[in-house]
């Protein structure tokens, strides 16, 4: 099942052009996407990876590595290769905006709100780019710890609601539920607020994102000057007013790409075919039916 999920998922991203061709059929499979992450990944087989994880990794190097500890959970072992991977190819996006099971939940739940007509907040982007270092002070607190307490560390890592949304189910102790439940609540408003701000799993993705090999997600030169529709539309605010995406930020979600070849809402695509319309209306424009030639 895992298997067929990644499968999947790298066609997506090699083919996107043709993926994201159909906004809303897009829109659904991204939708049932993160339905089969939350359930499958998540609430049935508790493959939600961690920062501990992480941590657990660089003690298993400085004290002698062994593969035995690791291979213990296959679809973790499974699904942390396929991250390293996709680092190379995509940053962190790859997992943080498809095979996340809470940022999944998080994503799921906004689209409720959404459905009900829950206000939806965008903070000023002087205050959102000031709150991206957050998770990354986090992060490194953590790993600061965990040099000298890995034990101490994975108990200030309960900063990560994954246990008990995700692993426990909600079936834990109540303040433990309350934090959860707030980050959930606070994500109704502004979607996937806990991934931008808090997530240290996703700061320490995030760290190498800048390594990646290629470039995928497609621009036209008047991105960001003059149009700004998919600025303003970016649903984790991850492209700069000049246009430039944040590979740090960005979770390969995709919207810019379904904008990128909309022929309502994206500006240039709107103008190329008013531009090809005119030229098909004049005189000179359009093709001349030539009768066949009397025998």
């Known amino acids: 099942m895992l298997a067929g999920m990644l499968a999947v998922l790298t066609g997506v991203f090699f083919f996107q052009t043709y993926a994201v061709r159909n906004a809303r059929g897009f829109y659904i499979f991204r939708i049932v996407f993160l339905t089969v992450t939350l359930v499958f990944l998540g609430w049935y087989a508790n493959a939600q990876l961690s920062v501990v994880n992480l941590m657990a990794l660089f003690g298993s190097l400085v004290s002698g590595f062994s593969w035995q500890a690791f291979l213990l959970d296959p679809l973790t072992f499974i699904l942390w290769f396929a991250v390293a991977a996709a680092l190379l190819f995509w940053g962190r996006g790859a997992y943080c905006g498809w095979l996340c ?4 939940l998080q994503e799921l739940t906004n689209q409720i709100a959404r459905k009900l007509r829950i206000p939806q907040w965008t903070l000023p982007w002087g205050l959102h780019e ?6 990354y002070m986090i992060f490194l607190g953590l790993f600061g710890v965990s040099l000298m307490s890995v034990e101490q560390a994975e108990h200030l890592a309960e900063i ?19 934090y959860a439940v707030a980050l959930l609540v606070a994500g109704l408003f502004v979607e996937r607020f806990y991934c931008r701000y808090l997530c240290p799993l996703g700061a320490a993705l995030a760290i190498p994102a800048r390594m990646r090999m290629f470039d995928w997600l497609k621009r036209y030169h008047e991105c960001g000057n003059p149009c700004q529709t998919c600025a ?7 492209i700069h007013r000049t246009g430039e995406i944040n590979p740090n930020e960005c979770i390969n979600c995709l919207h810019c790409q379904v904008l990128y070849q909309s022929e309502t809402v994206c500006p240039v695509v709107i103008k190329k075919m008013k531009s090809r319309a005119r030229l098909a209306a004049s005189p000179g424009g359009a093709p001349i039916h030539q009768p066949a030639a009397k025998v």
Do not use: D, H, N, S
């Not at 099971?101 to 999944?104: H, K, T």
């Not at 000031?130 to 998770?135: A, D, E, G, N, Y």
């Not at 990560?160 to 309350?178: G, S």
């Not at 303003?232 to 991850?238: D, F, G, R, S, T």
């Open 101 to 104: 099971p809470f940022g999944a």
């Open 160 to 178: 990560e609601p994954f246990k008990t949304a995700i692993i426990l189910k909600f079936i834990r102790a109540w303040p433990f539920v309350a």
């Open 130 to 135: 000031r709150l991206w270092p957050v998770k």
């Open 232 to 238: 303003i539309q970016c649903p984790v605010q991850a």
